[in-house]
């Protein structure tokens, strides 16, 4: 698997520096696991009982970033896109009718919105949004809990694209 595009972090940055680039290789990685598939590759699922994809990954990480990012950062309203009352997982339930071009160019501009909302802030500021718990985050939290999320899911990633084409990689 290539690694065009992503770029490793410094191993000396400061502290945001390093934040900022974890994120950004991981969110990297994740584009990389996608890269080169069918619609249909993306959509397959990975084994009975579950409905993880690659497509619904990229999905649930656009959910996320709204999430975090959009509304308990940047205290936007941003509903969801994937998922519902009616559905909380909806965002991993793709369907025939859902597109790699949709979702991914959605991620994207949600990546996009993320960095414009967290790059006036210093790492203690806290997001004038709350999080559906009702708590409060400040900018640092909201990083090293986006990297977790990423690099989580790009685990899932990568056994799905092993099982899939047998690429494997970080």
């Known amino acids: 698997m290539t690694t ?11 502290e945001r520096e390093m934040l900022e680039s974890w ?3 991981h969110r990297e990685t994740l584009a990389l696991k996608c890269a080169g598939l ?3 590759q993306l959509r397959e699922a990975a084994v009975p009982p579950s409905s993880m994809s690659l497509l619904g990954l990229v999905r649930h990480m656009t959910e996320v970033e ?17 998922y519902s009352d009616e ?3 909806g965002d991993f339930h793709v369907t025939a009718e859902d597109t790699w ?9 949600a990546i996009d919105r993320a960095r414009e909302l967290a790059a006036p802030h210093s790492l203690d500021h806290i997001g004038g949004g709350k999080h559906r718990s009702g708590k ?3 900018l640092r939290w909201i990083y090293v809990h986006m990297i977790e999320e990423y690099a989580r899911h ?4 990568d056994l799905l694209r092993e099982r899939i084409d047998g690429t494997t990689g970080d």
């Open 136 to 138: 409060t985050y400040n």
């Open 101 to 109: 071009q949709e979702a991914h160019s959605t991620w994207r501009a």
């Open 66 to 82: 709204r999430g975090w990012f959009h509304r308990v950062l940047g205290d936007e309203d941003a509903p969801p896109l994937y």
């Open 154 to 157: 790009n685990g899932h990633a």
């Open 4 to 14: 065009t595009g992503r770029i490793d972090p410094s191993t000396t940055a400061a």
């Open 38 to 40: 069918s619609e249909e």
């Open 23 to 25: 994120l950004e290789f």
């Open 87 to 89: 559905d909380p997982d």
